[in-house]
């Protein structure tokens, strides 16, 4: 007997009109659907004019573990399983990715009814470049750790896209503007493709003013890259930065070897130049 096949659908990030034909067809005729949220899935199967035919299971964070083993029982037994999660598409800072690692380490078809992303649909409405791009999905919520990550983050020369909770807007803003600096863009995107969608861009400093009274609705945050760094290539100026290293604690072998790796020169003509600077 051959296995069904496990199939992830992108669903409506705001109105349920922007779904795909494919997406109807599926919720109709889907042995078995897996939902984040059971109520949801139910209701844009009613605004899209369909009844699911299938069993209809709930599939969220809490559950995803246990309920990917009975899904993949499923899916061997041939019946084909349909993920949907409340908005965009599953596996992207939704349940998702579990199911599909088991299904491809057990030869199990996945496939994927491609659709709305408020990744990308925020990243084109930013005004930011679109070259290159990462999403980081949600930072952490404790300051100590959302700040290290911002750390790590601050020489990105990506543009960046994030999804945040409305009641954590303003604090995350401020910690962007402490760590990019306040002048770096963004676009908050609100409610992407709803009726009261809005799209603020402007510096991070302004647009933590801006959230300091509060902020609805569902949010996906793009933030500009980081612009690139002058290098240094005047021995002099080689020598100040190895110096300046040094009085903030770090040995000096260590210095000369940083200096030489963010400024792509040589580690011997920077060991020259704080010799020729004693």
Known sequence: MS???LILAAAPIGRADDASPRLRDALAGAPVIAAEDTRRLRRLAADLGVTPAGRVVSYYDQNERDRAAELLGDLREG???????????????????????EA?????????????????????????????????????????????RLAELADEPRTMVFFEAPHRLAASLEAFAEAFGPQRRAAVCRELT???????????????????????????????????RETLSDPAELAAAVF??????????????????????PKKAVYSAVLEAK
């Not at 949907?84 to 690692?101: C, E, F, I, N, Q």
């Not at 300091?212 to 690139?228: C, K, M, N, S, W």
């Open 244 to 265: 300046a290293r040094e009085s903030a604690g770090i040995t000096r072998k260590e210095a000369i070897a940083e200096i030489a790796k963010e400024n792509k020169v």
């Open 79 to 101: 019946r084909d399983v349909l993920v949907v999660t409340d908005a965009g598409m599953p596996g992207v800072s939704d349940p998702g990715y579990r199911l599909v690692v």
């Open 104 to 148: 491809v380490a057990a030869d199990v078809p996945v496939t994927v009814l491609p659709g709305p992303s408020a990744v990308t649909t925020a990243l084109v409405l930013s005004g930011l470049p679109t070259d290159r791009f990462c999403f980081e999905g949600f930072l952490p919520r404790k300051p100590g750790e959302r700040a290290s």
């Open 3 to 5: 296995t069904g096949t």
């Open 194 to 228: 709803k009726t009261y969608e809005e799209i603020r861009r402007a510096p991070l400093a302004d647009l933590a003013a801006w959230a300091a009274d509060g902020v609805r609705g569902e949010i996906t945050l793009v933030v500009q890259g980081a612009p690139p």
